[in-house]
C-alpha cells in the first residue's frame, strides 16, 4: 500500500482548506491523516456560519481545555460547568487557532452560558480566554470588536502569541489594546480600522502602524475630519509597501501620487459621496493630475469624474476591474466621457459597475464590443431607465466571456419580469449564466414578488441557461463576488 509522505498529504490538506467536507474526509482517513488534517482544520473555528448545535459542541470542547487548576477556581466559586463525565480531547485544538475572532467567541460564550444559566460569567469568560491567549499560542489574525468590555476581558496586548500578527481588524476605542500591540506585532500586513469624530486622540493606532514593517493593505473608516491630513501623512510613510488602500473619503493631501505600488483603490463607499457633496476638498486640483501606473482594480464613488478619467488613462491595460457608483456621476455628458475613456484605455477588463442611462447606451454598447474579456457585469437601478433596451444590448453585443450578471432593483423600481424571461430565453446558446438580483427597501409585502421571481428563474436553471442564482439579501455578497468566498479578513498562509 502507498504511504504517502506527511509533507505531501500536510500539502494536500492545505489545499482542501477551503473545501470543509473534503477535509472532514480526511480526519477518518487514518490516525496519520487524522494528524496532518486536525491542524488545518481548527485554523478558523469560526470562519463558517455555525448552526447553534455546531456552536455548542464548539464550546464544550473549548471547555474540555480547561486546567485542573481554572476548574477548582471555578468550583470554589460555586460554578460547576460540567454536567457529566468527558474524556480529555485527543488533541489541543486551541492551540491550532490561527485566528482569533473576540466577537465570535463572546457571542459563543454568552449564548451557551445564559443556556447554563451561570450568573457569573465574566469569571468564566477570563479563564475561557486565557485558554486562547498565553505562551502556548501563535495568532496570524485578530479581530477585536467594537463593544468588547474591557471590564469583563483582562487581557494582556504584549503576550507573545501576537508578535507573528498578519492581518488586524480593531477600533481606536480600542486605545490598550493599540498601545500594546504597538510593542509586539511589527508583521501586520492587512490592517482594518475605524476612527470616530468623538475621539480626538489617534496617537495609539498611529503609532501602531509606524511600527508594521509590511503594511500592505489597509481599509480605513474615518468620520474625524480634524484627523484625516494625520492618517495620510502616516500613510505616506508606508508608501513603499501599500498595494491596497481603501478609505472612506476623498483624499485631502497628494497622498495618493506617492502610493506608486498601488494595485487596488477603493473609495467607494455612501458615506464618502455624502461628505463630497457638503466638503470643499482643498486637493481637488491635484488629485485630478495623480498617477496610479500599476492600479489593477478601482472602486470609486467621487465627486469630481476628471478624477476618475485621469485614474484610467494612467493606469490604462493595467485596469481589469472598474466599480463606479451611479451616485457618483449624474450629468449625461459625465457618464459619457468616462465609458468612452474605459474602452478606449481598458482592453483587459474583466469586470465592470458604471453609470448607465438612456442616453449613453450607445457608448455602453462600445464598451461591450470593445471588451473582449470581460467576464463580469454590474448594473444598478436608475430612475427611469429603460432596461429593454439594456438587455437587447446584452444580447446583442456582449462578449463571449461574459456570463457574470449582477442586477440591482429597489422597491419603486422593480424589475419587468417579461423583460428578464425574454433575455433569458435569447441567451440560450451562450455561456450558462451566474445570476444575482438585489432587492433594495423590498419588505414583507412584496414576498410574492420574490416567489414570482424565484420559480421564474427556476425555470430557467433547469434549461441549463442559469448555472446559479442567488438573491443577494443584505449585500452578503461583495461588488464583484459571485461564488461566497471565506471572509476577505481572513487569509490563510
Keep these: 500500500m ?35 488534517t486536525v491542524p488545518i482544520l481548527w485554523k478558523i473555528p469560526g470562519r463558517m456560519v455555525l448552526t447553534e448545535k455546531a456552536e455548542d459542541k464548539l464550546f464544550n470542547v473549548i471547555l474540555l481545555h480547561l486546567s485542573k487548576d481554572s476548574k477548582d477556581i471555578l468550583k470554589n466559586q460555586g460554578i460547576n460547568l460540567y454536567t457529566e463525565t468527558y474524556r480529555p480531547t485527543s488533541f489541543n485544538y486551541i492551540n491550532f487557532w490561527r485566528h482569533l475572532d473576540l466577537q465570535f467567541l463572546e457571542e459563543t460564550f454568552s449564548r451557551n452560558l445564559k443556556i447554563l444559566e451561570v450568573s457569573t460569567s465574566s469569571m468564566i469568560k ?51 489594546s493599540l498601545e500594546g500591540l504597538a510593542t509586539i506585532s511589527k508583521s501586520i500586513k492587512k490592517l482594518f480600522c475605524c476612527i470616530s469624530r468623538d475621539n480626538n486622540d489617534i496617537s495609539r493606532i498611529v503609532k501602531l502602524i509606524e511600527a508594521q514593517k509590511n503594511l500592505n493593505e489597509i481599509h480605513m473608516s474615518c468620520d474625524n475630519d480634524e484627523a484625516l491630513k494625520t492618517i495620510e501623512e502616516l500613510l505616506i510613510k508606508k508608501a513603499d509597501t501599500i498595494q491596497h488602500l481603501r478609505l472612506d473619503w476623498e483624499p485631502v493631501t497628494e497622498v495618493l501620487s506617492h502610493l506608486v505600488n498601488l494595485k487596488i483603490l477603493d473609495m467607494d463607499t455612501p458615506f464618502l459621496f455624502r461628505r463630497s457633496k457638503n466638503y470643499a476638498n482643498p486637493n481637488l486640483n491635484q488629485l485630478e493630475e495623480i498617477s496610479l501606473p500599476a492600479l489593477k482594480i478601482l472602486k470609486a464613488n467621487l465627486s469630481s469624474h476628471k478624477i476618475l478619467i485621469r485614474l484610467i488613462e494612467t493606469a490604462n491595460v493595467q485596469l481589469t476591474t472598474i466599480g463606479i457608483s451611479h451616485d457618483s456621476l449624474k450629468e449625461i455628458d459625465e457618464i459619457r466621457r468616462l465609458t468612452q475613456t474605459i474602452y478606449q484605455n481598458c482592453p483587459n477588463l474583466r469586470y465592470i459597475k458604471l453609470p448607465i442611462k438612456d442616453y449613453t447606451l450607445t457608448e455602453f454598447e462600445r464598451l461591450l464590443a470593445n471588451s473582449q474579456y470581460l467576464d463580469g457585469l454590474v448594473i444598478d437601478y436608475e430612475r427611469g431607465f429603460d432596461y429593454k433596451d439594456v438587455f437587447e444590448i446584452l444580447t446583442r453585443s456582449s462578449p463571449l466571456n461574459l456570463s457574470k450578471f449582477k442586477f440591482i432593483f429597489t422597491q419603486k423600481f422593480r424589475l419587468n419580469f417579461k423583460l428578464l424571461e425574454s433575455f433569458l430565453n435569447k441567451w440560450n446558446d451562450r455561456q450558462p449564466m451566474l445570476l444575482q ?57
Design 2 to 36: 502507498l504511504k504517502l509522505n506527511k509533507d505531501v498529504l500536510f500539502l494536500i490538506a492545505e489545499n482542501l482548506q477551503d473545501d470543509m467536507i473534503s477535509l472532514c474526509s480526511c480526519l477518518l482517513v487514518n490516525k496519520f491523516w487524522c494528524e496532518v
Design 126 to 176: 477570563n479563564e475561557l480566554l486565557n485558554l486562547f491567549i498565553n505562551k502556548y499560542t501563535k495568532f496570524i489574525s485578530l479581530l477585536i470588536p467594537e463593544n468588547i468590555n474591557y471590564d469583563i476581558y483582562c487581557i494582556s496586548w504584549n503576550e507573545q502569541c501576537f508578535s507573528d500578527l498578519k492581518n488586524l481588524c480593531c477600533h481606536e476605542f480600542h486605545q490598550n
Design 437 to 493: 438580483i438585489s432587492l433594495v427597501n423590498f419588505i414583507d409585502e412584496h414576498q410574492w414578488y420574490m416567489k414570482r421571481l424565484k420559480s421564474l428563474i427556476k425555470k430557467y436553471e433547469m434549461k441549463g441557461i442559469i448555472k446559479k442564482f442567488d438573491l443577494n439579501w443584505y449585500d452578503k455578497f461583495e461588488e464583484f463576488e459571485w461564488v461566497q468566498d471565506v471572509s476577505q479578513f481572513y487569509s490563510l498562509p
